[in-house]
């Protein structure tokens, strides 16, 4: 048994060989040694290994910084983590938090540096107008500027089975455009028994809520859907074609021409595995259902109600953005390594690869471009669908997002009381009142706090 | 002359527990001191401001009509667990110490579930169950049943105090083993020679004699059923649908990582930990005194 003893004497030499270069440097190695900047995210899979591989890129490409990006838990466990980090005084240079949780992190000024900010007091150029509209709107400031930078951008749209359509007889280029149509769709399938069940959905409140009033340029509150101050009250449940669209999931319940499989991604499955013909859902799902699907599928755009006027207008970004962490003990050096590392991610071969590799839209013009000219879109019809009602669809007053403080709970209020609704324990308009009920109750709350806080 | 090792007698106690005081503390006392300490403040999640509000959290959480349903729903699930979890483990322990052949095989295997971590059991408890690809749910559409308990609250229910009862059953099984074996073998034989029959001999003389562990176990799998399945649940269900399965500990969870509501979820933890607390008492007061080694 030589071979242990001999690595650890080894080993243990070579440590006290750096150690000492280290105390006769000194200073000296400290300035060689990269600067850290550290990026927290919430993306498993594909996504998370892609954004992985970004950081090992620039590290290569330079020696000052040295970027790593780690997995801390899915966005609400990775945000308390993040915050906890904060209060501690050391909290990630670079955090990627989810569509939802923007409203509380616009609120709490004095924990991040807007995006803009941080590309000017680094002296490196960046104009918001780069970045696709929709994106720019939902995490941008009235003056222009961008307080976080969008990153992971995607919106809702329909995949339907085209096999299951075929068997019950629709023709499967004709995707249903409305919601009527959606209906009777999912009806036939089930009465010819072409699946299980027609139609489901996941992303219950981002879909069936905010992703429907930017389609049919319904506002959930007052105030410019929060944009306009803290005291902004949610008003979708007055709003009779809110109340429509869960009157129709409850009916369609009863026949199982939709079923509720469950929050946030969780109804995936169902589609992806056959039993459900029909499903709303995030445009990137793409990559997953490119793989793993075993029948011909199609993409449509999100159905609409043509009894709406105007409708249909365009969807709104979901997806994530990239924040700047503030804390007392960040240095300029700290602070232009983030902007360069922003900068790289940015740029137009990160986004175009982003895209491509995994199913997420481009959330720059340029990249959009590039992908439109070299005819990603056209060789993809179905990855230019999502893209193309995000950015080509009709803009109105509140189609670009909403901005509310507490909005991941408020979205479960959501959850729950349509749940309720499904389960035949209340009506859909009861449903809307009771979530309007309690999120307005939150929103009040969030307002005291956030008042205190400026 | 004899060698004897003089040890400092005030020192040396201290010093071999300082180890496990020195855990106990950061990881215990700490954490609970600054949950009674977050539970009279009001802030924003950033911590940028902060109030001292005294007790107005804790009565906003006794007020708060979702919370009173959680305790109630919260009793009701413990109460199903613990009689899941102690009627199948006395009927499993009876048979297993009756078996002369292959015991300790049997033995194992009813052990095996005790060492799978509480969200590993939930992951597969949702697998089998979940109504798009698990086998148990595929059965169940068979015979004609709708389950689905991604929408069906009392499917949902169900399905969480399985799994987390079926967690629990090896845990019962060890004790209630271990009572059996201690139970004196004349009295047994005693009853035999009169001519009780195994049914009479089990409600007579068995179950009387195992009712301190029984009641111990009764404490043990509550204080399980209050606090830690918050993995089974959080796999499974995530407390849905519409909060049918969000039992205190699970409300805790929510109310502080979700919805960053700091204040209201320390409280929450405060009462958890006074419920805790008076468990542990009624253990100590009338449980240790009667429990025979």
């Not at chain 2, 855990?23 to 006392?29: D, I, K, P, S, Y």
């Not at chain 2, 911590?47 to 009701?76: H, I, K, M």
């Not at chain 2, 667990?81 to 048979?95: D, E, G, I, N, S």
Request: include cysteine; charge should be positive.
């Amino acid at each position: 048994m030589t071979m242990p003893t001999q690595l650890t004497r080894r080993a243990v030499a070579a440590g006290a060989l750096a150690a000492a270069v280290a105390l006769a440097t000194g200073g000296a190695s400290a300035q060689n040694r990269p600067i850290e900047i550290q990026m927290w995210m919430g993306l498993t899979g594909l996504g998370g290994e892609t954004l992985v591989k970004y950081g090992e890129e620039f590290n290569r490409m330079q020696n000052e910084y040295k970027v790593t990006v780690s997995f801390k838990g899915q966005y609400p466990e990775q945000r308390a983590a993040a915050i906890a980090a904060f209060r501690a005084g050391n909290p990630p240079h670079i955090m990627q938090m989810f569509d939802a949780g923007s409203g509380d992190m616009m609120g709490a000024k004095n924990a991040i540096v807007p995006v803009s900010e941080v590309f000017k007091r680094a002296g490196l150029a960046f104009n918001p107008g780069d970045f696709i509209a929709p994106a720019r709107g939902y995490y941008g400031l009235k003056d222009g500027s961008l307080l976080s930078m969008p990153f992971n951008v995607s919106t809702a749209v329909l995949f339907y089975n085209k096999d299951a359509f075929k068997k019950a007889g629709l023709d499967p280029n004709k995707p249903p455009a409305t919601w009527p149509e959606l209906q009777k769709a999912a009806q036939t399938i089930r009465a010819r028994n072409a699946a299980n069940c027609g139609f489901t959905t996941t992303w219950l409140a981002w879909i069936q809520l905010e992703q429907f009033g930017a389609r049919h340029n319904l506002p959930l509150g007052t105030q410019s859907n929060g944009r306009g101050g803290l005291d902004s009250e949610l008003t979708f449940a007055s709003n009779p074609a809110f109340v429509k669209q869960v009157q129709m999931l409850i009916d369609m319940q009863k026949d199982k021409s939709f079923d509720y499989k469950g929050r946030s991604n969780d109804a995936s499955a169902s589609f992806q595995n056959g039993e459900c013909a029909m499903i709303t859902q995030s445009s990137g799902a793409m990559g997953a259902y490119t793989r793993d699907a075993k029948f011909d599928w199609g993409v449509a755009p999100l159905p609409y109600w043509p009894d709406v006027k105007g409708a249909p207008y365009a969807t709104t970004v979901g997806g994530a953005s990239l924040w700047v962490f503030n804390a007392p003990n960040r240095t300029q050096a700290e602070l232009l390594g983030v902007a360069k590392f922003l900068d790289y991610l940015r740029s137009t071969p990160v986004m175009i690869d982003w895209a491509k590799t995994t199913g997420f839209l481009p959330a720059t013009n340029a990249a959009f471009k590039y992908l439109t000219d070299e005819g990603y879109y056209a060789q993809n019809p179905r990855a230019a669908v999502a893209i193309s009602t995000l950015v080509n669809g009709k803009q109105g007053e509140h189609t670009g997002g909403y901005r509310y403080g507490r909005w991941t709970e408020i979205r479960d209020f959501y959850h729950e009381e349509v749940e309720k609704a499904l389960q035949g324990r209340q009506t859909a308009k009861e449903a809307l009142e009771n979530a309007q009920r309690r999120g307005n109750a939150a929103l009040r709350a969030f307002e005291k706090t956030a008042v205190a806080t400026n | 002359m004899q060698r004897r090792v003089v040890f400092n007698d005030k020192l040396l106690p201290y010093l071999l527990l300082a180890p496990q005081l020195a855990v106990t503390l950061v990881f215990f006392f700490w954490p609970a001191g600054q949950a009674i300490q977050m539970s009279v403040l009001s802030q924003d999640p950033f911590g940028q401001s902060v109030t001292f509000v005294g007790l107005e959290n804790f009565r906003e959480v006794l007020a708060d009509p979702d919370y009173v349903a959680s305790f109630w729903r919260t009793l009701f699930f413990s109460a199903m667990v613990a009689v899941l979890a102690l009627v199948p483990a006395l009927v499993f322990a009876v048979m297993a110490e009756r078996v002369i052949r292959g015991a300790g095989f049997y033995r194992t295997i009813l052990v095996l579930p005790y060492a799978i971590a509480p969200a590993v059991a939930g992951v597969l408890w949702l697998f089998m169950f979940s109504p798009s690809v698990g086998i148990v749910a595929y059965w169940l559409k068979k015979l004609g049943v709708d389950w689905n308990p991604k929408l069906d609250g009392t499917d949902a229910m169900a399905l969480v105090i399985l799994a987390a009862a079926w967690k629990q059953i090896s845990y019962n099984f060890l004790f209630f083993l271990a009572g059996l074996q201690s139970i004196p073998r004349a009295l047994l034989e005693a009853a035999s020679i009169d001519g009780a029959s195994e049914w009479k001999k089990f409600w007579t003389i068995t179950f009387p004699l195992l009712s301190p562990t029984t009641f111990f176990l009764l404490v043990v799998n509550i204080v399980y059923a209050f606090f830690d399945t918050f993995g089974i649940i959080d796999a499974v269900t995530s407390g849905g649908p519409a909060k049918a399965t969000e039992v205190l500990v699970y409300k805790v969870y929510y109310d502080g990582v979700h919805a960053l509501n700091l204040g209201s979820s320390s409280a929450q933890s405060v009462i958890l930990m006074a419920i805790v607390i008076v468990l542990t008492a009624i253990q100590f007061r009338y449980v240790e005194r009667k429990v025979h080694y």
